[in-house]
T-cell receptor, first 111, second 111 residues
Framework: SQTIHQWPATLVQPVGSPLSLECTVEGTSNPNLYWYRQAAGRGLQLLFYSVGIGQISSEVPQNLSASRPQDRQFILSSKKLLLSDSGFYLC??????????FGSGTRLTVV | GDSVTQMEGPVTLSEEAFLTINCTYTATGYPSLFWYVQYPGEGLQLLLKATKADDKGSNKGFEATYRKETTSFHLEKGSVQVSDSAVYFCALADSWGKLQFGAGTQVVVTP
């Protein structure tokens, strides 16, 4: 069966520090991968999506970047965090004929 | 571009009350429509979906009908329980297969 792992579950980071959130998918190959952010009191915003290794599309300009070094690995990064980067980050995957599956999320607090 | 609009919350109900959460969409073509639920501290779970006009999605007592003429996908449940307290997101899959979410509606069910 397909599973998605996302870590860490919670993270507190100082302003200006780097960020790396990792998401891995098991039990499937060549999935579409997504990073969403949910800011406090707001809905879900699509940040990045990837249809294959090394292929990243950015939905909104921001302080973050994403990479896909392996087929089932999707990484969200920042060189210097801002206070406004705080939020709940969700990784998701899907394939044709499969619905979306979301990870359990990472709650990031930038202090 | 494609977008989803859903009623703002929070919606506070007593147990066994009837729940309706309105959702309307704007899209080119014929998107698939979804309702996701987020329980406190957790990621998103698919609640139900509909892939074409007049389809009715249902799960756990919740229902939603894809209404093309009114571009709506309202979520309903006849008798809510305390365990239904969560944030509910309406979403559509756009022509590229990416999910676009509404802002979410928090539902609080009191005993």
């Amino acid at each position: 069966s397909q599973t998605i792992h996302q870590w860490p579950a919670t993270l507190v980071q100082p302003v200006g520090s780097p960020l790396s959130l990792e998401c891995t998918v098991e039990g499937t190959s060549n999935p579409n991968l997504y990073w969403y952010r949910q800011a406090a009191g707001r809905g879900l915003q699509l940040l990045f999506y990837s249809v294959g290794i090394g292929q990243i599309s950015s939905e909104v300009p921001q302080n973050l970047s994403a990479s896909r070094p392996q087929d089932r690995q999707f990484i969200l990064s920042s060189k210097k965090l801002l206070l406004s980067d705080s939020g709940f980050y969700l990784c998701a995957w899907n394939q044709k004929n499969y619905g979306y599956t979301f990870g359990s999320g990472t709650r990031l607090t930038v202090v | 571009g494609d977008s989803v609009t859903q009623m703002e919350g929070p919606v506070t109900l007593s147990e066994e009350a009837f729940l309706t959460i309105n959702c309307t969409y704007t899209a080119t073509g014929y998107p698939s429509l979804f309702w996701y639920v987020q329980y406190p501290g957790e990621g998103l779970q698919l609640l139900l979906k509909a892939t074409k006009a007049d389809d009715k999605g249902s799960n756990k007592g919740f229902e939603a009908t894809y209404r093309k003429e009114t571009t709506s996908f309202h979520l309903e449940k006849g008798s809510v329980q305390v365990s239904d307290s969560a944030v509910y997101f309406c979403a559509l899959a756009d022509s590229w297969g990416k999910l676009q979410f509404g802002a979410g509606t928090q539902v609080v069910v009191t005993p």
